[in-house]
């Protein structure tokens, strides 16, 4: 068997991305037990790291061992009982998950939808809590598939006026877009590196209010092989998933140090090394350097006379979806982008599968190098296909962008 030997690709689809080289180099970091007082110290300063990147004063943040979607599945299970009630605004595929992860956790799912492209407006999703009344709103903040996204900021205080939780999939859109869990009442909050973060998947910071941890507490239950005499059963039912127990991932991390799982070290390097990166540079200034390499590829993509999709009010700074031309292969092109210009981007889904392109400016892909090497390698492969397009308009754009003309 040969060493591994991959291609240099520049991925600037809807993620994953190239991982920031300090992020690389901290998951090279050799192992020590996971009781070692250097291990658990770790533990304890990833938890104040993502406190920090998540805007939030929430005792329980921590990692979920699993990419985003053990995050995400972590926190449903978790809440949601047999027969609750969950209402699942949905503006693309991100949204059709969190209602099967609802559905398989037996809670009775309610659900409204606005045609992708477009997000909800608060009021719609109010009318629905005061007609569902249910336990808890499920909503993603940024959705990859359709590159929107959700303004949350009016939910919390709807949640709170109608005593319904508020849990958001943040995944796609932290650290390239605003997300601030204290100030917008959102009572659980998952998330991935893969993104704007600007690591590998494969870890799943989330954020729980105190609201949220008496929900799931309710539900607590330790192991026969490490219970207690002071350990006391649950008062609700209990989690039907063991990984994914987040009261037993909380006692794990909390002083008692319950053995639940063998904690995945090595992406616990990676999670604390994302955080520092993007805590070091600085939130905001993170923010604007997506805003700045967003703006650039979607002015490079006008520039091109290529159509974005989607309501542009809503766009996430992150990605853009571009409709394919009419007589273009799709397929063809992102084939020569990748085989040809080492450059991979992103098709989508459902109804848009086929339809659209999504490029994406994440993490350490949000510089100028790399949009202006993917939109002139863009250029050539359409100019070959036989698509008409300005020569060298794209990059142009995309520069007076960057030169802060645009």
């Given at each position: 068997m040969q060493p591994l030997s991959l291609p240099p690709r520049l991925l600037m689809g809807p993620g994953p991305i190239n991982c920031y080289p300090r992020v690389l180099s901290a998951m090279s970091t050799q192992l020590v037990g996971q009781y070692d007082p250097t291990m658990t110290n770790y533990m304890n300063e990833v938890m104040a790291l993502y406190r920090r990147v998540f805007n939030t004063q929430n005792q329980q943040t921590f990692l979920i061992d699993g990419t985003s979607r053990a995050g995400i599945e972590a926190a449903l299970v978790s809440c949601l009982e047999p027969g609750d009630k969950v209402l699942i605004p949905i503006f693309g595929r991100f949204g059709h998950l969190l209602a099967e992860i609802a559905?398989?956790?037996?809670?009775?799912?309610?659900?409204?939808?606005?045609?992708?492209?477009?997000?909800?407006?608060?009021?719609?999703?109010?009318?629905?809590?005061?007609?569902?009344?249910?336990?808890?709103?499920?909503?993603?903040?940024?959705?990859?598939?359709?590159?929107?996204?959700?303004?949350?900021?009016?939910l919390g205080d709807i949640c709170r006026a109608h005593d319904v939780l508020f849990y958001t999939d943040a995944t796609a859109s932290?650290?390239?877009?605003?997300?601030?869990?204290?100030?917008?009442?959102?009572?659980?909050?998952?998330?991935?590196?893969?993104?704007?973060?600007?690591?590998?998947?494969?870890?799943?910071?989330i954020t729980l209010s105190d609201r949220f941890?008496?929900?799931?507490?309710?539900?607590?239950?330790?192991?026969?092989?490490?219970?207690?005499?002071?350990?006391?059963?649950?008062?609700?039912?209990?989690?039907?998933?063991?990984?994914?127990?987040?009261?037993?991932?909380?006692?794990?991390?909390?002083?008692?140090?319950?053995?639940?799982?063998?904690?995945?070290?090595?992406?616990?390097?990676?999670?604390?090394?994302?955080?520092?990166?993007?805590?070091?540079?600085?939130?905001?200034?993170?923010i604007e350097r997506h805003k700045l390499a967003g703006n650039a590829m979607l002015q490079g993509v006008l520039a091109m006379g290529l159509k974005p999709f989607g309501d542009l009010k809503h766009k996430m700074t992150n990605v853009v979806g571009i409709h394919i031309p009419e007589k273009?292969?799709?397929?063809?092109v992102r084939h020569d982008l990748l085989n040809i210009f080492n450059i991979e981007i992103g098709t989508s889904f459902?109804?848009?599968?086929?339809?659209?392109?999504?490029?994406?400016?994440?993490?350490?892909?949000?510089?100028?190098?790399?949009?202006?090497?993917?939109?002139?390698?863009?250029?050539?492969?359409?100019?070959?296909?036989?698509?008409?397009?300005?020569?060298?308009?794209?990059?142009?754009?995309?520069?007076?962008?960057y030169a802060g003309e645009k």
């Open positions: 559905e398989r956790a037996d809670a009775e799912v309610h659900t409204i939808e606005v045609p992708w492209g477009e997000v909800f407006d608060p009021q719609q999703i109010e009318d629905a809590i005061k007609k569902v009344q249910p336990k808890l709103l499920a909503i993603v903040q940024g959705d990859t598939s359709t590159t929107m996204f959700q303004p949350l900021e009016e932290i650290g390239g877009n605003p997300l601030e869990v204290d100030a917008w009442k959102i009572d659980a909050v998952s998330v991935g590196l893969q993104k704007c973060l600007g690591g590998p998947s494969g870890s799943a910071p941890v008496s929900c799931v507490r309710k539900r607590a239950h330790v192991e026969a092989g490490i219970r207690d005499a002071h350990h006391q059963g649950a008062s609700g039912m209990r989690i039907r998933s063991n990984y994914f127990d987040l009261p037993m991932i909380m006692d794990y991390w909390g002083e008692e140090r319950l053995n639940h799982h063998t904690e995945a070290a090595t992406m616990l390097f990676g999670s604390r090394e994302c955080a520092i990166q993007l805590l070091t540079e600085g939130q905001d200034a993170v273009v292969d799709g397929e063809q459902g109804p848009l599968k086929g339809k659209v392109w999504r490029i994406g400016t994440m993490g350490y892909n949000a510089r100028q190098d790399a949009v202006l090497h993917t939109l002139q390698s863009l250029e050539t492969v359409l100019r070959r296909a036989g698509f008409v397009l300005p020569a060298g308009a794209a990059v142009d754009a995309a520069m007076s962008v």
